[in-house]
């Protein structure tokens, strides 16, 4: 069996899998059960700043997306940070840290954007034992509303100014927690970076309304008659938050900050996803709640497997693997030619890929009186829409035309050399078209 151990920021756990701050972290007795199952390690429920708690709406707080047989794709929640006190919280956490001296403990924190407010908590977080924080500048809801949260977040300015009072005072990891509500992530990222912070975490929740409800005409969830935005997660988010995550991971400007990856993480093979982009560890919530801590035993036997077949030792082996495969569209090989191939023992006849390249791509599947479907290779455009649309897996592949062959559709020769459209001639920018 491969070694999970994981090292993050000089933070041990036994596995890179972490529970993100929400509610499966919420208290003690969550938080012991999660270790007890198996979880590397936890961000703890974001905390605020003394006082009277936030208070949360009494009625429903979460909306769903489904698939057709109901499996949940996306989770939208109004819930805000923790409603029990902080001194509650810092009891229970310095409580259970001492008794799993081994797992990750991290704090997330939200309060006001003022020094004096983060000098008041860091101390009193550092004496808990906690291994670090995350500061939480991702809430979209609630929270921004009272200039915390994604309000700080989507300034970098301030994520920089909040960060740097942080590495002042506090002296163990500090990380900064993104919200996806931005154009360019790139830039939180940077500013996170220049003002010290140890490492990224993303993505916090996506602003989203789930549904209308088309008698009461509100959002749902909806309280007494109204409803407002709330943050989307779960797997639906994932290609979001892989492709931010791999902006972080690629821009000289962040490239080699350390990177925890949130956002729809459900089995070992998306957590892999997120290491091979440059994650040291990830982070999940959805998942937990739907299916419950349990879920942790299939992502570390799935990931030890895996990486036993690979032949890695640690994950440090895999971790930014992928990222030298991310590129730019300019910089993808034109002289790449395939055509999708149809495997007539598997097809059902549905005519999903007829109707679907008949009507949007490129005419270029014919169906017979039959109902005999076939890819004609002088119109295929190698697009992947049948391969996308089709109920049977694997019964539609793309297939390499071998080089030296003509493409049927273009009438030219492929050619065994890279070249992309940086060179091509119908780039008014490329050198020979000068
Ligand atoms: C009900 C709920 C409450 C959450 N509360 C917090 C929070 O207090 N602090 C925080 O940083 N993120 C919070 N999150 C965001 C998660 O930590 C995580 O970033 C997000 O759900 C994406 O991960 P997932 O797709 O695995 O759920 C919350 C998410 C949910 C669903
Ligand atoms: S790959 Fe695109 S163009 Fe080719 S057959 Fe499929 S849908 Fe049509
Ligand atoms: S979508 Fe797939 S199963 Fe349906 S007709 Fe096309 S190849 Fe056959």
């Known amino acids: 069996m491969a070694d999970l151990t994981n090292d993050f920021l000089g933070v041990k756990s036994p596995n890179p899998f972490w529970l993100a701050s929400a509610p499966p972290t ?15 390690g936890v961000v703890w429920k974001t905390l605020g700043a003394e006082g009277p708690p936030v208070v949360n709406v009494n009625g429903p707080r979460y909306g769903a997306i489904y698939g057709a047989d109901r499996r949940l794709l996306g989770l939208n929640n109004i819930e805000l940070i923790t409603d029990r006190s902080l001194e509650t919280n810092l009891e229970e956490m310095a409580r259970v840290k001492s008794d799993y001296p081994d797992h990750a403990l991290i704090a997330s924190i939200m309060v006001p954007c003022e020094e004096e407010a983060w000098a008041a908590i860091l101390p009193r977080v550092a004496e808990t034992g906690a291994d670090g924080i995350e500061l939480n500048f991702g809430c979209p809801h609630g929270m ?15 994520i920089e100014m909040v960060t740097r009072w942080c590495k002042k005072h506090y002296d ?3 990380i900064v927690k993104l919200t996806p509500n931005i154009t360019d992530i790139r830039k939180p990222a940077t500013a996170a970076r220049n003002g010290g912070a140890d490492a990224v975490s993303l993505i916090n929740t996506i602003n989203s309304i789930t549904s209308v409800n088309l008698d009461s005409f509100a959002p749902e969830p909806t309280i007494d008659g109204k409803g407002t935005h709330g943050g989307y997660c779960g797997p639906a988010v ?18 080699g900050l350390p990177i925890s990856g949130i956002g729809g993480i459900t089995t070992w093979r998306d957590a892999a996803e997120f290491m091979t982009l440059g994650c040291g560890t990830v982070q999940v919530c959805t998942a937990a709640m739907t299916y419950g801590f349990k879920i942790v035993e299939e992502m570390k036997r799935g990931l030890s497997e895996w990486m036993d077949d690979k032949g ?6 895999f971790v930014g693997k992928a990222i030298p495969n991310v590129t730019d569209w300019q910089y993808l090989n034109l002289n ?28 270029a599947i014919s169906m017979s009186p039959d109902r005999v479907f076939e890819v004609e290779d002088d119109e295929c455009v190698a697009c992947n829409l049948c391969v996308d649309v089709c109920p049977v897996e694997e019964c539609i592949t793309m297939e390499r035309l071998p080089t030296g062959s003509v493409d049927p559709r273009t009438g030219k020769r492929i050619e065994t050399d890279y070249a992309n459209w940086t060179t091509h001639p119908n780039n008014p920018l490329a050198p020979a078209a000068e």
């Open 26 to 40: 919420d208290k003690e007795y969550n938080v012991r059960r999660a270790f007890e199952a198996g979880w590397g």
């Open 144 to 158: 921004s509303e009272r200039g915390m949260g994604a309000a700080v977040g989507q300034v970098p300015e301030y």
């Open 172 to 174: 163990r990891p500090v």
């Open 238 to 255: 994932k290609p979001i938050a892989m492709s931010m995550v791999s902006e972080i991971a690629r821009d000289p400007e962040t490239h």
């Open 312 to 317: 890695f030792a640690s994950t440090s082996d």
């Open 336 to 363: 790449y030619v395939t055509k999708a191939r149809i495997d007539q023992d598997a097809c059902i006849k549905c005519g999903r890929c007829y109707a679907a390249c008949e009507d949007t791509s490129h005419q």
